[in-house]
């Protein structure tokens, strides 16, 4: 059996990050069916098709002929962009179902798992914007709906089956947690410097609030760099 569950972003949650693909900071190989909307357990029912799919930038640069060589176009492509697609039964006639959670919070943000084999990859989890799908139709016809989704941020896939696998992109795990304060202290092992902060991966050094810190809070990396959240990003310096 296929699994296809959503759950609305909750930004207030504990912990929160915005490189979370999944409810609670997840990843595809330990989030479950009942980390999202508990109608998720019906809505896999009603789908007729899941796919995620991928639309390539094909943006060129054009470079004009000049006396010694031809004119060219060169690939400058951008990332990839991904849609959750799906087609399933439509419910309107069930309170809290698929019809309904897709009308109701049109454009919000909300979080997917897709799996073609239960909870064995392939699976995949990421971030969607929510689109409404199709009321009603013709007379007499079991009818159907079809959405595509658009997703906020590249997904995360687990390839391969139950005995064999591989997560791409990798599941990145905190190093270190920083708190703020004057200065603020780390729970695990501190950047070595504010440049090997702010450039490392998301979610590689989480911030205690996640909300922006306020004006003088920071904490010290290990060459005594100071450096602050943002309320989206970390920045050398101290909060202003």
């Known amino acids: 059996m296929g699994l296809f569950a959503l759950a609305l972003v909750d930004k207030t949650e504990v912990g929160y990050y915005d490189s979370w693909q999944a409810p609670g900071g997840k990843s595809v ?12 357990a019906t809505w896999k029912c009603q789908v007729i ?15 004009p002929a000049t006396f010694c060589n031809p004119a060219k176009s060169i ?18 006639n069930v309170v ?31 971030r969607v914007r929510v689109q409404a799908g199709a009321i009603g139709g013709a007379a007499r ?8 989704l658009p997703c906020s941020q590249k997904p995360q896939i687990m390839f391969g089956n139950a005995t064999g696998n591989e ?13 703020a304060g004057t200065p603020g202290t780390w729970t695990g092992a501190a950047p070595a410097s504010a440049a090997a902060l702010t450039g ?4 590689t050094y989480v911030a205690s609030p996640t909300t922006a810190w306020t004006t003088g809070q920071y904490v010290d990396c290990v060459n005594l760099d100071d450096a602050f959240w943002t309320g989206t990003a970390w920045a050398a310096g101290m909060a202003p």
């Open 141 to 148: 016809t079991q009818l159907t709906a079809d959405v595509s």
């Open 29 to 40: 190989d330990t989030v479950t069916e009942a980390d999202y909307d508990v109608g998720s």
């Open 167 to 179: 997560i791409i992109p990798p599941t990145v795990v905190p190093l270190a947690t920083g708190t």
């Open 75 to 92: 690939p400058t492509p951008a990332e990839t962009a991904f849609n959750l697609d799906a087609s399933f039964l439509q419910d309107p």
């Open 96 to 126: 809290g179902g698929l019809s309904s959670f897709l009308f109701e919070f049109d454009t919000e943000e909300a979080y997917f798992l897709l799996g073609m084999d239960g909870v064995n990859p392939p699976k995949a989890i990421g």
């Open 49 to 63: 098709s899941g796919a995620l799919t991928a639309t390539p930038d094909t943006t060129t640069q054009d470079i």
């Open 200 to 203: 490392a991966p998301a979610g």
